[in-house]
């Protein structure tokens, strides 16, 4: 029987593989008629995920407890990146917003970073408050300063969809950890309002959500690209128009490479193809929280969770804009999107996932044996 830390790594090149082949035949289109080379965003790809692969390798093999003792470290260096954002000449700014910084040739999101560096925090936080975590102060007041500092310079940036994703996810692992509900509602509430009036007074993101209400209103503005994703699920039906045979990529979905690739599936693989990445992300999940469940400490358990809940609730986030489900954010889908920096990142925290399932594997077969000796010398 497959142990969890295999069945982890085998959905994860399922997805990583079945990534790049859905690359190959999204990207084409738009890579030939900016670069002229069809294989240029498939290229960059597997640059990052030879990149990529390397550092998940290292995580998997860096005993998990070490983030314990790098968790301030790495939130300390979020920080200082995500404000370089914001400095012109050093910051990136595209389509409006100030989200990349360039590293030679290649640009790095260091939202990325911040995701894995805010379930460190909160984990770290929470593990050594653990007789506190009732407290209206400590159990919820201090953590969610880090959780509020980085949730406010990405909703900055501005990326309105991974702040939403980060403050979810914070206040889920504040909640697991044993916060008490009605502290995270008082301390929520002003934050939610304050980022609906945000909302409200941003023309492009109001925009967004009525086009999300009346997507037929704006199809030929802000709900162009639902639009045409819908339409490449309908045409895709139940078995898809063939791998490689899209009509939508061909400059209906400016983004098909990237936040809207799942659309592109729906239409070459139909519904069946797209139930297949449903299943292989609940197996992932799946995977993650027996993983937190087994894990032998508390720190080990809520950096679990939040790895798991991180990655698959991103993806269910893009996988309902896409579907009309959700109002357009700029969310990637995780190992199936193109962009690096996501694959960088994501790949890191399934290789400290992985080390956790590991160290509770290997725990629990040192007390079998030990069972198995007390017993044969009773016997």
């Not at 986030?317 to 990142?345: D, Q």
């Amino acid at each position: 029987m497959w142990k969890t830390p295999t069945v982890l790594i085998i959905i994860v090149l399922v997805l990583l593989t079945f990534g790049i082949v859905m690359l190959a035949s999204t990207s084409g289109v738009k890579a030939l008629s900016i670069y002229n080379d069809s294989y240029y965003f498939v290229k960059r790809q597997v640059l990052w995920l030879i990149l990529a692969l390397l550092a998940g390798s290292i995580a998997a093999k860096l005993d998990y407890r070490i983030w314990r003792h790098m968790a301030i470290p790495v939130f300390i260096g979020a920080f200082v990146l995500l404000v370089l954002v914001f400095i012109p000449g050093v910051g990136v700014k595209i389509g409006g917003s100030r989200r990349w910084l360039h590293m030679g040739p290649l640009s790095f999101q260091p939202s990325e970073l911040a995701k894995f560096s805010l379930i460190l925090i909160l984990a770290w936080w929470i593990s050594r408050k653990q007789r506190h975590v009732h407290e209206l102060i400590r159990g919820a007041l201090i953590p969610m300063i880090p959780l509020g500092i980085i949730v406010g310079l990405i909703f900055l940036e501005p990326d309105f969809g991974t702040a939403i994703l980060l403050a979810a996810i914070g206040i889920s692992i504040l909640f697991v950890g044993g916060a008490r509900i009605r502290h995270l509602l008082s301390l929520s509430i002003p934050g939610l309002i304050g980022f609906s009036v945000a909302v409200m007074h941003n023309p492009v993101r109001m925009k967004r959500i009525l086009a999300f209400l009346e997507p037929d209103k704006y199809a030929r503005t802000y709900s162009f690209q639902l639009v045409n994703a819908i339409n490449a699920f309908i045409a895709g039906g139940w078995k898809g128009v063939g791998l490689g045979e899209s009509v939508q990529k061909h400059f209906y979905l400016p983004e098909a490479h990237t936040d809207f690739i799942f659309a592109i599936i729906g239409e070459e693989l139909g519904v069946a193809g797209s139930i297949i990445v449903l299943l292989l992300f609940a197996s992932l999940f799946l995977c993650g929280i027996r993983i937190s469940f087994n894990a032998s400490d508390l720190f080990a358990r809520l950096l679990a969770f939040g790895i798991t809940m991180m990655i698959t609730v991103q993806a269910v986030m893009n996988i309902a804009v896409v579907t009309g489900c959700m109002p357009t954010k700029g969310l990637p889908l995780p190992f199936i999107s193109f962009g690096g920096s996501c694959l960088v990142m994501s790949l890191v925290e399934i290789g400290v996932l992985f080390n956790i399932a590991q160290h509770s594997e290997s725990i629990l077969k040192d007390d079998e044996l030990r069972m198995a000796r007390h017993c044969s010398h009773d016997f």
